[in-house]
């Protein structure tokens, strides 16, 4: 066999193995993110402490964002889930989690002026088994489940405000 048809048999097998650990590791994330999460048992407050609930939001598609400040692809999104609230207020609910401190989630939204809601969890999200940051429940406007969005997300691309647009 020559160097040059080694070198291309080579470069392909590992090009096919490099696809069946991406496909792996996709999977097994998956398997990590819960599909259903009690958002009440997380006692979800508010930056001033007021309680609230993701069914006070019922009507609307609730895109429930969990993040950390620590987190630089969660960081990334926030301009276009940002903008994303601003374009459908009427239709769409922006939603961040996290359970860090309040004074430090305080002073994020003070500083950066977002205007989707900042919300407290309570509990560790670690207790719903909720640890992939970021991740984003999108519920339809009962509630119920529709999509969960790993990672960073173009939230301002028209083809997912499409999507969102469309739920039920």
Not at 60 to 82: G, I, R, S, Y
Not at 93 to 98: F, I, M, N, P, Q
Not at 121 to 145: I, K, W
């Amino acid at each position: 066999m020559s160097r040059r048809k080694l070198f291309w048999t080579s470069y392909a097998v590992g090009f096919v193995l490099a696809g069946f650990i991406a496909l792996f590791a996709i999977s097994s994330l998956h398997q990590l993110v819960p599909q259903q999460v009690n958002w009440q048992a997380l006692q979800l407050t508010d930056l001033k402490g007021k309680p609230v609930s993701v069914a006070d939001y019922s009507g609307k598609v609730v895109l429930v964002n969990v993040w950390a400040t620590w987190c630089k692809p969660c960081l990334q999104e926030m301009p276009a889930l940002d903008k994303l609230q601003q374009l459908y207020p009427d239709k769409l609910a922006v939603l961040t989690v996290s359970d860090e401190e309040i004074e430090k989630l305080q002073r994020f939204s003070t500083r950066h002026g977002y205007r989707f809601s900042f919300l407290k969890a309570n509990t560790p999200l670690a207790d719903q088994s909720v640890t992939v940051f970021p991740s984003t429940y999108v519920l339809n406007q009962r509630g119920r489940l529709e999509a969960i969005y790993l990672g960073e997300q173009a939230w301002d691309s028209t083809q997912l405000q499409r999507k969102l647009l469309a739920i039920d």
